[in-house]
């Protein structure tokens, strides 16, 4: 609510409400615009079930991004002879100085053409696609529908790439599915809580609350995690190890779990495969052993693995931490391994959880913006799902998989992929090594972008399509519980402006494909029909209950909040143990970079910044690029806080306002990735899990300087 001079608010003045979701996080959280003469004055939280009426501060401020005096409001075509790529002195409010406007016809033709010129010229393989985790489930599935039965390749991907794939690769061979066991809101069922590789208190801040409710009320909360957290202060035990150090600890757990037998003998024979092999393998892996890798004295190890064995219910929560690493695959089969040994999936209080970042990433995934799997993760090689997808869309499929973000930057370099359409993603800031990421955009034959700014990626565009803010648009969403929400249109579309959904298929007919969808509720029941996930949870259900949660064994029946206490959905029922060996992270310190940089998020802040950057009041509060590090490391460079100071990896340098964070060890620096003026990509390691095949955000070898000029403004 704003206050005028007289103290008096605005909160009786709106017209009318509008119920939806947040925009920003994995958690989901349920919200109400209220509106007035169709814009939106101020947020309240919901009694959703998964934040039970509150928000954090980008939900509660972060609603007036699609007001900005840059938004889009016109299609724009690259005017002849502009060369692609990022002008320092380019106003994205005042587009026209490289761009010209244009009809709707002239440009969803030109932005087809390009596309059906370079597919007829090249084949399926000139060509691939970005969807995003920021739009709904409905235009996710279309998304890669199109690319799919379109472009005639599977070179479709969006952000999970840069965020879970490892997780999701893990949990897949292991456990059969690639969602948490779950809710978050479980926390407060269990004995005790291992939090890892994530920081809740600021990229899951409504479901930290969960976890200092469980706190309070007896839970154990071990946080594990190389950054001291300010979730901390609630925490049984902390347990800081070195970065890149993950594997080598949880093996060193498992070891301890192992040879003192507390194991869940009875669990691991009625509901796992493999575990022989298992124990054997981890024998040798003991806390003496790993204790050097990790930098966790022994009788630490030991401790903590005792408390989770021995608790009778106990979950593990993971975040990116895990994920973004050469080994983040190998990081999380050690954390399915801990609940599979100990037995706790499948009931109350327990399960695994890799905490979801964005507002749909799991949404989309699930929906078949990955680029190895169809919806429902089926592999595009299983000649029955494929069949089952080429008689739902009436078109034959590619059956091998397509390439991934940061392969797909590789192919362009190749010359191999030749023209991309990029919806509502930001490559140009969210990929690893920027120099080269931006390289290949510049490159492109042809590049179509539909997006609600001209955001970075946009300024290599060849045509840009106007789109849908989430407040603008009807559609549903996944949370990281598996709660499939609605989310509803509270203020029309600025200008000339256009639904994403509607644009997606007016690109579909142009590429050729007959599509008919009349309303997102259309594409839904599709949907339905070829995603048995979505069983028992039609589109007037949740429009009527708000949040249903997947699986759900009957349209009357709610859903389950905790799976996999009979089976697990791999062939034979069981889950899987998967050895993994202690990795050095591709980039190790030395003598001329001995620092570690981790990349990360802010509170105040989503990802690239295109959004929140956009927001007056998360603006205001970081307003500029910052490094943060601890205070002697500070000192010791010379540094005072809030002076410039530089950050030079193998790949490049920028230059940060330097400031103090007392939980954050000495050997390290944390940067956030939103500020173009300081892009972190620019100096983060392109290397990839082989599984996942996610780049090392969260790890590459610095070195820190004062710096002599001033921060970019």
Not at 80 to 100: I, Q, S, W
Not at 647 to 672: C, H, N, S, Y
């Amino acid at each position: 609510t704003l206050i005028d001079e007289a103290g008096r608010g605005d909160s009786a003045a709106a017209d009318r409400t509008v119920d939806s979701v947040c925009p920003f996080c994995g958690v989901g959280c349920q919200l109400t615009y209220h509106v007035k003469d169709d814009r939106i004055l101020f947020v309240e939280g919901r009694n959703g079930p998964s934040n039970e009426n509150r928000l954090c501060v980008k939900g509660r401020f972060g609603f007036d991004y699609p007001n900005h005096r840059s938004r889009l409001t016109k299609p724009l075509i690259r005017k002849p002879g502009v060369p692609k790529g990022l002008d320092p002195d380019f106003d994205p409010a005042e587009p026209l100085t490289h761009f010209r406007e244009a009809s709707w016809d002239e440009a969803l033709d030109l932005a087809a053409a390009g596309l059906k010129r370079l597919h007829e010229a090249y084949g399926p393989p000139a060509l691939a696609g970005f969807g995003s985790a920021k739009c709904s489930n409905e235009e996710a599935w279309m998304f890669q529908k199109l690319v799919r039965t379109g472009f005639r390749s599977n070179n479709v991907d969006h952000c999970t790439r840069l965020c879970h794939a490892s997780s999701v690769a893990a949990l897949m061979e292991c456990i059969g599915s690639g969602a948490v066991t779950a809710s978050f809101m479980q926390a407060q069922n269990a004995d005790l809580v291992i939090l890892t590789g994530c920081n809740p208190t600021v990229n899951h801040p409504v479901a930290a609350t969960y976890f200092k409710q469980a706190a309070k009320r007896g839970t154990k909360l071990i946080v594990l995690d190389p950054r001291g957290l300010t979730l901390g202060e609630h925490a049984h035990r902390t347990v800081r190890f070195k970065p890149g150090g993950d594997v080598s600890l949880f093996n060193a757990m498992l070891n301890v779990i192992v040879t003192e037998g507390l194991v869940d003998e009875a669990y691991v024979s009625a509901h796992t495969e493999g575990f022989e092999a298992f124990r054997e393998h981890v024998k040798a892996l003991t806390p003496e052993a790993m204790s050097p890798l990790c930098g966790v004295a022994p009788d630490e190890i030991r401790e903590i693995a005792r408390l989770y064995a021995n608790a009778e219910r106990a979950m593990i929560f993971w975040g990116m931490g895990v994920s973004q690493h050469v080994h983040g695959t190998d990081n999380a089969r050690c954390l399915i391994s801990l609940a599979l040994a100990t037995g706790n999936v499948g009931r109350p209080g327990t399960g695994l959880h890799p905490l979801r970042g964005q507002n749909n990433v799991q949404g989309a995934s699930d929906a078949g913006l990955i680029p190895m799997v169809f919806p429902d993760y089926h592999p595009v090689g299983d000649v029955q799902y494929r069949a089952a997808f080429e008689e739902l869309w009436q078109t034959p499929l590619e059956d091998k998989p397509g390439l991934t973000v940061v392969e797909i930057m590789d192919a362009i370099h190749a010359g191999t992929i030749r023209g991309m359409y990029v919806q509502g993603e930001n490559p140009a800031m969210s990929d690893p090594d920027l120099h080269h990421a931006r390289g290949a955009l510049a490159k492109l034959e042809h590049l179509v972008v539909q997006d609600l700014f001209v955001t970075e990626t946009a300024q290599f565009a060849d045509v840009i399509l106007p789109a849908s803010a989430w407040s603008e648009k009807d559609g549903t969403v996944t949370n990281t519980n598996r709660q499939v929400q609605m989310g509803r249109a509270a203020v029309p579309l600025p200008g000339d402006a256009r639904q994403d959904w509607w644009i997606i298929q007016e690109m579909a007919r142009r590429l050729g494909l007959d599509w008919n969808y009349t309303h997102p509720r259309d594409v839904y029941a599709e949907m339905q029909r070829g995603m048995a996930s979505l069983d028992h949870i039609s589109w007037e259900r949740v429009a009527r209950e708000e949040s249903v949660t997947y699986p759900s064994p009957a349209e009357d029946k709610p859903g389950l909040d905790v799976v996999f206490g009979d089976s697990f959905p791999r062939a034979g029922g069981r889950a899987k143990f998967s050895p993994t060996v202690p990795l050095p992270p591709d980039e190790p310190i030395d003598e001329a970079f001995p620092t570690v940089l981790i990349t990360g998020r802010q509170l105040e802040h989503w990802h690239t910044g295109s959004m929140t950057r956009r927001s007056r009041v998360l603006d205001d509060l970081e307003p500029a690029a910052v490094a943060t590090l601890s205070p002697r490391q500070l000192e010791r460079i010379g540094v005072a806080p809030g002076q410039p100071m530089r950050i030079q990896t193998r790949r490049g340098d920028i230059v940060l306002t330097a400031r103090t964070d007392p939980l954050m060890p000495e050997g390290m620096v944390f940067v956030p990735f939103c500020y173009v003026e300081a892009a972190a990509n620019m100096l983060t390691n392109p290397a990839l899990d082989p599984f996942g095949k996610i780049p090392e955000f969260k790890y590459a070898a610095c070195r820190l300087s004062p710096a002599q000029s001033e921060v970019p403004a």
